[in-house]
């Protein structure tokens, strides 16, 4: 009676133990589980709304490194300025076509991305392009002139993208006809007619971009730095600030102490011979 007794609370005990197991294995795993099944929904979802695509002949990915490439190394320039761009000019914001979509993208978290237009949530960025391609291309300002990525061989988006095109071996003609559009951005988007503060922006830009379109490689893209540079700077003086205070108040107090400490022993000093005067 008591073996049966002691093999059941065994068994019930087993039981127990496995079931718990199963549990916390369950519960491991359902994070990569939903992640996994929300995938997958962004794919079926993503697969259902391409029966009605609105086909655009512009690379996102390139717009946005130009996008990136303006916003880093020409628009700290347009502020120091002051200076507005006129709506002709191709670097205008209004004549980027994916502007507004990427206005609406929410990053809430690292895999956890949201549509501004519809709030639909997927996992990653990349979902999301393709979302606004496939749901809301209809938004999309498609008209001529309004690709970016047309400029990126202007404005080195290779340089930004860290692309094997930009270690490849130099082609004289693709240069020659870079600078000439990268020339023809300068004077239509900075005339020197239009004063001061163009004409200065003008020589900037074809020290910033243009005269690096050359396969002799002594130029390079940027030289006159940008938002990153600039960052950096700040971060290195901040460091430097940090370091050297802390130095400069020892340095004073180390100062003071032996001062008072001289102060200290003159004063001893003439105690003493004030004392050793004779009558």
Not at 133 to 147: A, E, I, Q, V, Y
Request: proline content about 3%.
């Amino acid at each position: 009676m008591n073996k049966a007794i002691n093999f059941a609370s065994i068994f019930l005990l087993f039981t127990l133990s496995s079931h718990q197991f199963l549990l916390r294995v369950a519960s491991s795993n359902s994070p990569i589980n939903s992640n996994q099944f929300q995938g997958y929904a962004d794919e079926r979802t993503l697969k259902s709304e391409q029966e009605h695509v609105h086909e655009v002949h512009c690379s996102r990915e390139r717009s946005r490194a130009a996008r990136k490439v303006i916003e880093e190394y020409l628009t700290p320039f347009l502020e120091k300025e002051n200076y507005q761009l006129s709506s002709k000019c191709r670097l205008h914001p209004e004549n980027d076509m994916f502007r507004d979509q990427e206005e609406h993208k929410i990053c809430l978290d690292f895999h956890d991305w949201q549509c501004g237009y519809c709030k639909k949530s997927f996992l990653d960025e990349k979902f999301l392009d393709q979302h606004f391609d496939n749901r809301h291309s209809n938004l999309l300002n498609s008209s001529d002139g309004k690709c970016l990525a047309d400029l990126c061989g202007a404005l080195h988006c290779d340089a930004v993208m860290s692309s094997k095109s930009s270690r490849n071996r130099c082609n004289p003609a693709a240069a020659t006809r870079n600078k000439h559009l990268c020339e023809s951005l300068a004077e239509s988007c900075f005339p020197v007619s239009d004063g001061p503060s163009a004409s200065r922006l003008h020589e900037i830009f074809l020290h910033q971009f243009c005269e690096a379109h050359t396969c002799s490689g002594k130029q390079k893209p940027f030289s006159r730095g940008g938002k990153v540079q600039k960052s950096l700077f700040v971060i290195v003086s901040g460091a430097l600030i940090l370091v050297l205070l802390p130095l400069f108040y020892l340095f004073l107090y180390l100062i003071q102490r032996d001062m008072k400490s001289s102060t200290q022993e003159l004063r001893h000093i003439s105690k003493l011979g004030r004392k050793t005067k004779p009558t």
